[in-house]
């Protein structure tokens, strides 16, 4: 069982940035491939950034990319989502997920279906 806690986010400007955590507790975390996802109201929840259990591999939506990056820091047990140059767009409930990983040290997963467990979420509002 694990347990995802994120945090971090909050009311910046367009342009702006803002770093997302998420602590997750239990055993393992090293045993996980993490994501971000995001929800905006009206929307369905859509993928935003993916790694794997070492972080040696991550994927981005075309959306996100070269704006994001995803990361973890093992050790910690805690995985982050760095955002810059922030657009209104990007406003949403952004949620971390974890799959365990038994397999490959290089897998990540980009589908909600393929997660296990799931953070409560932060909410990220981008102004004009």
């Known amino acids: 069982q694990v347990q995802l806690v994120e945090s971090g986010g909050g009311l910046v400007q367009a342009g702006g940035s803002l770093r997302l955590s998420c602590v997750a507790s239990?055993?393992?975390?090293?045993?996980?491939?993490m994501g971000w996802f995001r929800q905006a109201p009206g929307k369905e929840r859509e993928f935003v950034a993916a790694?794997?259990?070492?972080?040696?591999?991550?994927y981005y939506a075309d959306y996100v990319k070269g704006r994001f990056t995803i990361s973890r820091e093992n050790v910690k047990n805690t995985v982050y989502l760095q955002m810059n140059s922030l657009k209104r767009e990007d406003t949403a409930v952004y949620s971390c997920?974890?799959?365990?990983?038994?397999?490959?040290?290089?897998?990540?997963?980009?589908?909600?279906?393929?997660?296990?467990?799931w953070g409560q979420g932060t909410q990220v509002t981008v102004s004009s």
């Open positions: 997920a974890a799959v365990l990983v038994q397999f490959s040290g290089s897998y990540y997963a980009i589908s909600p279906s393929q997660y296990q467990y």
């Open positions: 790694i794997s259990r070492s972080g040696g591999s991550s």
């Open positions: 239990g055993r393992a975390f090293s045993s996980y491939a």
